[in-house]
């Protein structure tokens, strides 16, 4: 008897490709295509708003400052801004001041924003130097102050120190930083609301 070879093997038949990988591809397209068309309407809209939207700030009796914006469909009243570079105290800050301590000259004002259909907020800043060391300021601010604050922040590496008092309209803020000359004193009091209790 003779020995029959084994038929060839058949060629492999080509797999047709998954119905997956083409959707894949189509979900990619469309998101592109979305995002594309996103960006260009975001760029011409913001073109359109920038050409014909305006800020007018009119001055008011007494240095007082008013906003409004005027755009295609109409003017809104955005609020009034109020700046009083007079020099602050005790009183205006609601805060002691550092016996001996200097005003930083140009550094202390009182802020007072009008919002519409809000309650009004008026910021008072002090900044003031001793040439007296940090740790001796800080004493004097702890004694004072220091069963006050809600919140005491220390950043021994960068010489600041933060107290914080917040009470129902009002927020308090005594910061000092070390200086090679001595201690800088930031004073900061946030109104919240017409009226000014202590």
Do not use: C
Request: glycine share 10%.
């Amino acid at each position: 008897m003779s020995a029959t070879a084994p038929p060839p093997p058949l060629p492999a038949l080509p797999t047709p490709p998954r119905a997956g990988s083409h959707l894949i591809a189509i979900v990619l397209l469309v998101l592109a295509l979305i995002v594309t068309v996103s960006l260009v309407a975001g760029w011409a809209g913001l073109r359109f708003l920038s050409g014909s939207v305006q800020i007018q700030v009119e001055e008011v009796a007494g240095g007082k400052k008013e906003f409004s914006l005027r755009t295609p469909v109409g003017s809104f009243w955005l609020g009034s801004f109020e700046v009083d570079k007079r020099k602050v105290d005790e009183t205006s800050l609601g805060l002691p001041l550092y016996p001996g301590a200097r005003e930083v000259k140009d550094n202390s004002a009182s802020l007072h924003f009008g919002l519409p259909d809000q309650q009004d907020v008026r910021v008072i800043v002090g900044k003031f130097e001793t040439p007296d060391p940090l740790e001796k300021v800080k004493g004097f601010y702890q004694e004072r102050i220091g069963s006050l604050a809600t919140k005491v922040t220390e950043k021994g590496s960068q010489g600041k120190t933060v107290f914080e008092i917040k009470h129902r309209d009002q927020e308090k803020v005594v910061a000092l930083e070390n200086l090679p000359s001595g201690t800088r004193i930031e004073l900061m009091r946030v109104i919240h609301g017409r009226g000014e209790s202590k």
